[in-house]
Every structure is written in structure tokens, then in C-alpha cells.
């Protein structure tokens, strides 16, 4: 199974031109972006690691493909 750090993932988010809208809470962020519709919600701490569905989520809301998350570093 597949695994990426949250921090990983909020720096993707960062390049791919996302930036942070809101953290209502301490463990949820919710990411906007100037051109792409909707937002991306991230969970946990930076040092968490996110797997299976929740990256899935994460990929979907963001608009980017399983190859995009495969072939990111």
C-alpha cells in the first residue's frame, strides 16, 4: 500500500499553486486555489502518513490522476 507523509502532500499542494484558505481546527486544513474549482481538505500532523482512500480523496479533490501521485517526489 501506498503511503505519503501530510507534509509531502501540503508541499505538492504548495507547488501545483494550492494555498491555505482555513484551519478551522488543529488538524484540518482546507486549500484553495486561484483557477482550479472547489477546495482540498488535508488532516493530521505533518509527520502523519496518509494511505489508501484518504489519498485517493485527496488526489480527486486536487484534480490530479493516480499516475500524477505515482510519479511525484
Given at each position: 500500500m501506498r503511503t505519503h507523509k501530510v507534509r509531502v502532500i501540503l508541499r505538492w499542494l504548495h507547488e501545483d499553486g494550492w494555498f491555505l484558505d482555513r484551519q478551522p481546527g488543529t488538524s484540518h486544513r482546507q486549500f484553495r486555489?486561484?483557477?482550479?474549482?472547489g477546495i482540498?481538505?488535508?488532516n493530521g500532523k505533518k509527520s502523519d502518513d496518509l494511505f489508501g482512500g484518504l489519498l485517493d480523496s485527496i488526489a480527486r479533490q486536487a484534480g490530479w490522476t493516480k499516475d500524477d501521485m505515482r510519479t511525484r517526489k
Open positions: 486555489h486561484p483557477a482550479k474549482p482540498v481538505t488535508v
